[in-house]
């Protein structure tokens, strides 16, 4: 199928009276090479059920229709839906339901099929990104794996490791869900208009089982990842003073005076476990 060029994008552009919307952040990606390139990473076995948010023109759909079961593309400029949708019938794609919606008020249950797997397959707004992928691994279980575009900096932090550089709260809580690594950076030269930072392509997969955890214990950890990374140069029994001290660290083998950003995922969550069997008050310390 014939890829999305900028010329063809301009031309749609001036012929519907359609701009760039800068209050959305949006740069249009237009290298069809990419495009089958995310989209063989997408699904690169059997067809599968596909999401993709902020479709914009198409050129990542027009891509990854061809490959999946059926794509749900949620777009939430009502001015490039119009152009979305004739660029995917110019092409005889059929299996692309657009819903002009924002995705950060989308209603999941009530679009996805019962019982069904899907994957992310997108390039993600990027002022909203490390929020929207931690909401879906905590909130859409039916949503088991993501090949996304994000701001290269932004990627980073989502698969970075403890005690490197990167490694922020987001890294956390992606890795308390799933397995995260940056697959491939991104030139600004495949959008238009050119973005002012690189860009990457990162795969998150879902963990296939979760250890059972006592209620309340994720809320908990959420409050610990928070209150560690508010001062990550503090050490943690005064970064967690509020909320757990520093016989609690050292009867766990943790170390009282090491920093949130050298423990792992399961050093938090045994940490919050902890909290929960002493019973102890967790304070709310924001986001």
């Known amino acids: 199928m014939e890829g999305l060029t900028k010329t063809e994008l301009l031309k749609r552009f001036a012929a519907s009276g359609v701009s760039p919307s800068k209050a959305l952040g ?24 596909l999401i993709e948010i902020g479709p914009g023109a198409g050129a990542l759909t027009i891509a990854i229709a ?17 152009v979305l949708s004739d660029v995917l019938s110019e092409r005889g794609v059929s299996n ?20 069904e797997h899907y994957t992310v397959a997108a390039n993600l707004p990027y002022n ?9 691994l905590e909130e859409i279980p039916a949503i088991d794996r993501l090949v996304v575009m994000v701001q290269e900096e932004v990627g980073r932090r989502i698969a970075a490791k403890p005690g490197t550089k990167d490694y922020s709260s987001v890294s956390v809580k992606v890795s308390y869900w799933a397995e995260a690594k940056l697959l491939f950076s991104v030139a600004p030269t495949v959008f238009y208009p050119r973005p002012n930072v690189n860009s990457a392509v990162i795969e998150i997969v879902r963990r296939s089982t979760m250890p059972a955890v006592p209620d309340g214990m994720y809320d908990v950890l959420s ?33 009282p005076t090491r920093r949130a950003e050298t423990l792992s995922h399961e050093d938090f969550r045994r940490i919050a476990e902890a909290i929960i069997a002493k019973d102890l008050p967790v304070t709310n310390t924001g986001d």
């Open 26 to 49: 949006q740069s249009f990606l237009v290298d069809s090479n990419l495009a089958e390139r995310i989209a063989r990473t997408s699904v690169p076995g059997e067809p599968t059920r």
């Open 66 to 82: 061809p490959k999946a079961i059926s794509v749900l593309a949620i777009e939430v400029d009502r001015y490039i839906v119009p």
């Open 96 to 115: 692309v339901s657009v819903l002009r919606q924002d995705v950060m008020d989308f209603k999941w249950i009530a679009e996805l099929v019962p019982g």
């Open 128 to 136: 909203i990104s490390a929020t929207l992928i931690v909401r879906i």
């Open 223 to 255: 409050a610990l990842v928070r209150s560690g990374f508010a001062s990550r140069r503090q050490m943690m029994r005064r970064s967690l003073a509020k909320l757990a001290d520093g016989n609690l660290l050292e009867s766990l083998g943790i170390d």
